[in-house]
């Protein structure tokens, strides 16, 4: 695989913060159902998907930095020998080493000639697999397989389980993490493409729906309730929506449209632990075309100027 620093066009030295954007702006362009006759840009989508996969993991992240594994994650053969590329092998005349000459071949293969064959495998303290406890590289495992799966609002806030169908035609539930949001990915070990060192993996990334009258902020939720001039004025209990279903809540007398009111525990589960809040915020129905609220209105003498603070 290529440098996921060039894949996903970042400086090695990018935050997570620039690492994210640069791939929630690429996954946006390349997803395949915004690319349905496009098989490439599936291909590049799988290839962004796998470079920030690594990336957004510190430890691999770290061990890439330090050239300890390639950009598909897997072990780099030690003192530079590997095969491909048509490159000599590393030792050289007057370096006090040796020059093997020819196509660079596997480490293993190397050094099995130069101590007879069996030598890597004697015991005694010797040789494991090849020179100084270095084998053959590993074979490397099939390419990853990359998902989008659209969750509801309410189960992301809830964290219902998600079932997803693979490839191969099985279905998988998911748990949703805590903290879930939209570009929030999922590894699902050994169910990607099979390759020479076994099956890669899936990556599923979250897409959290919009809702037609919750917003979230943060782990909380936002909600615009509208009450009656009478529920306003007198006060009352009311049935509000919830992700978790509907519960009663005590409307205050005397309420103003945009008076807000909190009800605890029924956001977003965050991390580690808790849950955000519901945040309501009163909106005053009136009706229209109502006689009896007109001729009312029209007797009633309030002095009051509710702009008065606002210097007007």
């Given at each position: 695989?290529?440098d996921?620093?060039?894949?996903?066009?970042?400086?090695?030295?990018a935050?997570e913060a620039d690492?994210k954007?640069?791939y929630?702006?690429l996954?946006?362009?390349?997803?395949p159902?915004?690319?349905?006759?496009?098989?490439?840009a599936s291909?590049?989508f799988s290839?962004?998907?796998?470079?920030?996969?690594?990336?957004s993991?510190?430890d691999?992240?770290a061990?890439?930095?330090?050239?300890e594994i390639?950009?598909?994650?897997?072990?780099m053969?030690p003192?530079?020998?590997g095969?491909?590329?048509g490159?000599?092998a590393?030792?050289?005349?007057?370096?006090?080493?040796?020059d093997?000459?020819g196509?660079?071949?596997?480490?293993?293969?190397i050094?099995e000639?130069l101590?007879g064959?069996?030598?890597?495998?004697?015991?005694?303290?010797?040789?494991?697999?090849?020179f100084g406890?270095f084998?053959?590289k590993p074979?490397?495992?099939?390419a990853n397989?990359?998902y989008?799966l659209?969750?509801?609002?309410?189960d992301?806030?809830?964290?219902?389980?998600?079932?997803?169908t693979?490839?191969d035609g099985?279905?998988?539930?998911?748990?949703?993490p805590?903290?879930?949001?939209?570009?929030t990915?999922?590894?699902?070990?050994?169910?990607?493409?099979e390759?020479?060192?076994?099956?890669?993996d899936?990556?599923v990334?979250?897409?959290?729906?919009?809702h037609r009258f919750?917003?979230?902020?943060g782990d909380?939720?936002?909600l615009d309730l509208?009450?009656s001039?009478?529920?306003a004025?007198l006060?009352?209990e009311?049935?509000?929506?919830?992700p978790?279903?509907?519960?009663m809540l005590?409307?205050?007398k005397g309420?103003?449209?945009?008076k807000?009111?909190?009800?605890k525990?029924?956001?977003?589960h965050?991390?580690p632990?808790g849950?955000g809040?519901?945040?309501?915020?009163l909106?005053?129905?009136?009706?229209?075309d109502?006689?009896a609220?007109v001729?009312?209105?029209q007797g009633w003498?309030?002095?009051?100027n509710?702009?008065?603070?606002?210097g007007?």
């Open positions: 695989m290529a996921p620093y060039a894949t996903l066009g970042v400086a090695r030295g935050s690492i954007k640069a929630r702006k996954a946006k362009e390349l997803h159902d915004r690319n349905k006759d496009n098989p490439k291909e590049k290839l962004v998907t796998a470079a920030y996969d690594l990336l993991d510190k691999k992240r061990r890439f930095d330090r050239g390639d950009g598909d994650g897997n072990p053969t003192f530079g020998f095969g491909g590329g490159q000599q590393g030792f050289r005349p007057g370096g006090g080493g040796f093997f000459g196509e660079a071949g596997d480490i293993g293969d050094f000639g101590f064959g069996g030598a890597g495998r004697r015991g005694g303290g010797g040789f494991s697999g090849g406890g084998g053959r074979a490397a495992k099939g397989v990359a989008r659209a969750v509801a609002f309410e992301a806030a809830k964290l219902a389980p998600q079932r997803i693979l490839r099985k279905t998988i539930d998911l748990k949703l805590a903290g879930v949001e939209t570009g990915q999922m590894r699902l070990a050994g169910k990607g493409e390759g020479p060192g076994g099956f890669g899936a990556i990334t979250i897409d959290v729906q919009p919750f917003v979230r902020e909380d939720i936002r509208p009450v001039l009478s529920e004025v006060g009352a009311v049935r509000v929506p919830t978790d279903g509907a519960v005590k409307v205050p309420s103003t449209s945009g807000v009111l909190r009800l525990g029924r956001g977003f965050k991390k632990s849950r809040d519901l945040l309501v915020t909106m005053v129905d009136l009706p229209v109502d006689d609220l001729e009312f209105v003498q309030n002095k009051g509710p702009r008065g603070r606002m007007v």
